[in-house]
């Protein structure tokens, strides 16, 4: 007999199956009924912990992002602060962005996910902040208000990203060119510092 499931578990079963859903098809594809046939469940009982598909996606969302963040905050703890930034600016993996995109598409038809779209953008905002001070008490770079530079700089790469990867208007290298150019102008730094320090990004880890 097959070992029967906790809630906890049963609940991360259903989030990561949505997650899979949400990468193949998008957010707006999802049904509580594809979700149950994904992992050998009763409809019914996706309703149980979630009663609403928009409740399903909006939490399924925020359990990758929150997952994704904790990663990528330790990532960034262990790197000087010249190739953190390097690594958190530079372009995203394709199935990483696409779903956020993805997101932002469905929010205004899902306040639960636009809330929690909201929350993560702060809290990305936060970091590259205080990532950006990390530089500033090292000497490599300058800022007069790091909140304010980073809600720039990650508005820039935001719209840098969309051209990338939704209209593919600009490749990853001229992507990262252009993030690069504006960041190391707006702190201070020496031109093509960030590109001589990258070696990854540091995003878009839960996607893949």
């Not at 997101?103 to 950006?132: D, F, K, M, Y």
């Amino acid at each position: 007999m097959a070992e029967r499931k906790s809630s906890e578990e049963r609940r991360e079963e259903i989030l990561r199956a949505t997650l899979g859903i949400v990468a193949r098809k998008g957010f707006a594809s999802v049904t509580l009924r594809e979700v149950a046939a994904d992992i050998g469940v009763v409809h019914g009982l996706i309703r149980h912990y979630f009663p609403s598909r928009e409740e399903l996606v909006a939490e399924a969302f925020d359990y990758a992002v929150s997952a994704e963040l904790a990663s990528e905050s330790a990532l960034l703890d262990g790197l000087e602060a010249l190739p953190a930034i390097a690594a958190w600016l530079s372009t995203t993996p394709e199935d990483h962005y696409l779903v956020w995109v993805d997101a932002w598409s469905e929010a205004p038809r899902n306040p639960a996910l636009a809330t929690a779209l909201v929350r993560h953008h702060h809290s990305c905002e936060q970091l590259l902040a205080g990532v950006i001070r990390r530089a500033v008490a090292a000497g490599i770079a300058t800022s007069a208000d790091a909140d304010a530079d980073s809600r720039m700089l990650t508005a820039l790469a935001d719209g840098v990203a969309v051209q990338h990867h939704a209209m593919g208007v600009v490749d990853a290298p001229a992507a990262d060119r252009i993030v690069f150019a504006v960041t190391e102008q707006r702190l201070g730094i020496e031109p093509g510092a960030l590109a001589g320090v990258l070696a990854g990004s540091a995003r878009g880890r839960w996607a893949r």
